[in-house]
């Protein structure tokens, strides 16, 4: 039976952007498992699949609704354990909680500080106060006033924070090894968030983690670059 | 046969500090092999087992040299594998790569700019010559110009550093799971690095880290434990 994948989109439908939501489109196609995705708005996320306060994303797989992208990637390898791994063994599975944390607490910020603005833009008008009151609330100020955009401290920023990941690939191409798990689609997750929402240059052409990042576009017959890199307004 | 573990020393043989060597000998007490450890100071690594130009640790299992802490667990796992697991799978092989590299990114400028002087100060009079020679040309300046110390903003800088630990430990008691690997030792070694020779206290009481760490320092009959933590002078 098709998978029901609910994933986060703005006015573009065709643009789905949230790094939580690409993880786990990743690891659909990673496991080629046939799934229809439900495009869903920020103000339509807390009622999805009949809930009250949902986050995205959100699996239906029959009579099955799993929500939050690392509980799908356990529910997925848990369940069709003869298709390929996703995490090639629990030791796979329990690093990959920390390349989470890690994305979250060292990318998430820094992505979030440089296309905050991008994102605001791409959104419908019931979206937008949703965005910006709960933004607001986070930042303690107006969004016009939160410091964001692609500033050359930032990009500088975010190319430090990316340090572990470049020194790694000096040994092998994925987190995963010599081919993706679920690691790396945590973290690609994180820069495809950037590059569907801004026009910022980030990555140079002579990076180590440009390399990994495109090799993460071309798989599953280029699943992620599907979608056009945002383009300057 | 007994293994021979070369491990980094100073003035103090019983105070071993290398954070790569005690990814080692955590490494080796987690396969639960007999091994006997070869007090190394500064000026004896190059040559150790024969070579020019080596690094520590380096280990003697029999006929076998193996040189560096990831390829000695990647030999002890090849070749007892019926020991305790250090990586649990091809996964958490790779991804302990990941660790490694953010451990040595992040962490170990900070422990070096905390400790500096610290270890200088355990070492005798050739291996001060020596740390002191290939220090300054790292850092290109003289010892005493280095900015080190356990100021508070290292102290929070180290603590902002492991933000990505403690949001994984709000998870799962340690980076391999529910019980130690390789990663957690890679982790460990640098905080021990600290433990043993820098008198500052880096770790609040009421963190997760701190829990982590002391679950660290009561495995293989507290192997880390043994050796007291540094006293001020």
Redesign the interface.
């Given at each position: 039976m098709t998978i029901l994948f609910y994933d986060l989109v703005g006015s573009d439908a065709g643009r789905p952007f949230s790094p939580h939501c690409w993880k786990t489109r990743m690891a659909l196609a990673h496991k080629g498992l046939p799934f229809e995705s439900v495009p869903t708005p920020f103000t339509g996320v807390k009622t999805m699949e009949g809930g009250t306060d949902r986050t995205i994303p959100v699996i239906r797989d029959g009579d099955t609704v799993v929500q939050d992208s690392f509980a799908i990637a356990e529910y997925l390898e848990a369940t069709y354990p003869d298709r390929p791994?996703l995490?090639?063994?629990?030791?796979?599975?329990?690093?990959?909680?920390?390349?989470?944390?890690?994305s979250?607490?060292?990318l998430h910020p820094l992505v979030t500080q440089i296309a905050l603005m991008d994102i605001f833009d791409m959104l419908d008008e019931p979206d937008r106060a949703h965005f910006r009151r709960t933004r607001e609330q986070r930042f303690g100020r107006r969004l016009e006033e939160v410091p964001c955009g692609a500033a050359p401290e930032r990009i500088a920023a975010l190319n430090a924070a990316l340090?572990?990941?470049?020194?790694?690939l000096g040994?092998?191409p994925?987190?995963?090894?010599?081919s993706p798990?679920f690691?790396d689609y945590i973290v690609f997750g994180a820069l495809q968030w950037l590059r569907v929402s801004s026009p910022a240059n980030v990555l140079a052409p002579d990076d180590l983690v440009t390399d990994w990042f495109t090799r993460c576009l071309d798989l599953h017959e280029g699943a992620g670059r599907k979608v056009e890199p945002a383009k300057a307004a």
């Open positions: 791994t995490f090639a063994g629990e030791g796979g599975r329990a690093a990959a909680r920390f390349v989470e944390a890690w979250f607490k060292t340090e572990p990941l470049r020194t790694m040994h092998q994925f987190i995963g090894g010599s798990l690691a």
